[in-house]
């Protein structure tokens, strides 16, 4: 995809054409005095304080700068960090007892430079200015860091202030298409942990790269068969099990997580528009979106589970969530809310405040509806002191935490090849340091999923050889239950695919070297799942071993079907891909994107009517 200036113009006046708003635009507006519908938590700033973004961190950047030209931001977010869990451990021996168990987490062995702790006068002057205009006393500046707004103020919302604040070494090389269409997001708290977590938020630069693999929507939540709306065709919710809904409720995500399954929709400019979605943050359409939605499930006895998610859904005030619970409390049926966030992990810990836990407990007593929360992680990395402490906090009201970690090259694996030895050891010692880590926190080590939405071979984690780690590192029994992460899936637009080692014996593969692409045949019963994954050589361009004499018949059949109605429209995908990818005018490249959109949309109506999905259910 390319994206120009134009076509971002274009893409903003049909936003106010149509009402639609993407994700972190949203955000921006608002720093830059343009309030959102809906007031966003961490944002109620008033006067200067409004413009964040930009004009904040880069007078924060030149500040730091006067008292050294040797520190950076980095250093006085440490700082402020330091002092948060220095005040918490003092004034909470529990608290110390419960993060010595896990060694690295302790206060005292955040990293402080020797620049930083030189100047810490003069931070904690600079730390007291940001407590008063936060409405704390100067001797509470140890609040800071545990206060949402400023994490939403200070953090990095775009290239051009990454550079500025002299950070711009961690992508050093950013086309124009990806400034221009990517919605970027690093919170304060990235800043301060190691490459593999931050590798997290950072767009590589072919990210908009054409590919034959790329996926608007992996899962398949926004397609017809899955989706619920209004009598109006306003979204509600999707449904791909017979017992739980997925109701996304925002497209606001400053997570910023750039391989999210969802990412067309909180990380590209255009997402919404191509996705033809509205998931705008109001409150009023939120409302509307929760009283339907109640209607429809007192009509389906069977569902008894919600999933909230977004986006981040935790990003509506303290009272519209509550109002969107009060909502809820009329499904009859209902007996689970599932809150699906980052907030715990991936550095919005301080958005989990004392008064959002008493709204979810007043829900849960008052209703007999259990409340649980579904946190993304990314690595142990993510276990800092401020990700136990909040999740201390929700244990002692007695609400589970359950991880789902994607499974992501760089980030949590790092094997290149199965002769890639250290790239081995490093995966299997990242998925033992997490499993262990959870282990100890007391929240349950769920869901791994395999990244959803790969699009070039130096991106994607091969399926072969997650598999041949995974059970080597799992299933050879050196670990107990409790340790091992639940499941590992492939979710997909048929639905989840648990997986294991053993699963390799009910797998069968097509190797497409002219396409550059694999097409995987996983047996769940008598369906299939076709999988698609970029061909990687010495990695997974090689024919599998025969699979198990069950599925023999199975596969000649799907194969056959396969090669008839899926072979031949990957062909031509992969032409108008070629085409997309070679220099062209503007205009012959929007009508190759288009004809893309078009073929791939044919693709998924033949792999649902060749390969249906796992569960057929009632919209």
Known sequence: MNVTSAGVEKTQQKRQRNGVRSGLAVVNNYFHKKAPDEPLIGMELSGEQRAGGEGALNALYAKVKEFNPALT??????????????????????????????PELGWATMPVSVHAAQSGAEFE??????????????RNSWKVWGDFRFHMKYRISSFKVLEEVGLGHLIPIIPDEVKQGFLLSIMPFYLLLPREALAKVLPA???????????????????????????????????????????????????GCVDCYKATLTREAEGEIRLGENLAHRRERLLHQAEALTRWLNAHPEVDSVVISGGEPLMYSNGTFKELLGRLAGAEHLKVVRICTGTIFLGMFARIDGELIEILDDFRERTGKEVVFNAHIANHHQFTPEACITARKLARKGFDIYLQMPIQMGVNFFAEGFGDREGVQKTEDYFVALSAKAKLLGVENYKWIVEMKPRIPEKVVPLELLLAIFGMTFERHHYSDMTRPSYLEVLCRAGNVYLSYDKLGSMSKQVHPELGMVAYFIAVGTKTVVYFEPLIEGVNDQPMKRPAEAYTTQFENDKKRYDEHIYPILMRVNELVSRAGKPSGQAEREELKAQITKAKEELVEKLDEQFPPLVQVEI
């Not at 002057?125 to 100067?138: E, F, V």
Request: glycine share 8%; with cysteine.
């Open 73 to 102: 931001i980095i250093d006085f977010f440490t700082h402020l960090r330091f002092r948060y869990i220095q005040h918490l451990s003092a004034v909470t021996p529990g608290l110390s007892r419960g993060l010595a168990a896990l």
């Open 125 to 138: 002057r600079l730390a007291q200015g940001m407590a008063r205009s936060l409405d704390y006393s100067r």
């Open 205 to 255: 630069a072919d990210y908009f790269a054409p590919s034959i693999t790329r996926d608007e929507d992996p899962y398949g939540i926004w397609v017809k068969g899955s989706v619920i709306r209004d009598e109006d065709g306003n979204y509600l919710a999707s449904r791909k099990f017979e017992d739980v809904i997925l109701m996304n409720i925002t497209d606001i995500c400053p997570g």
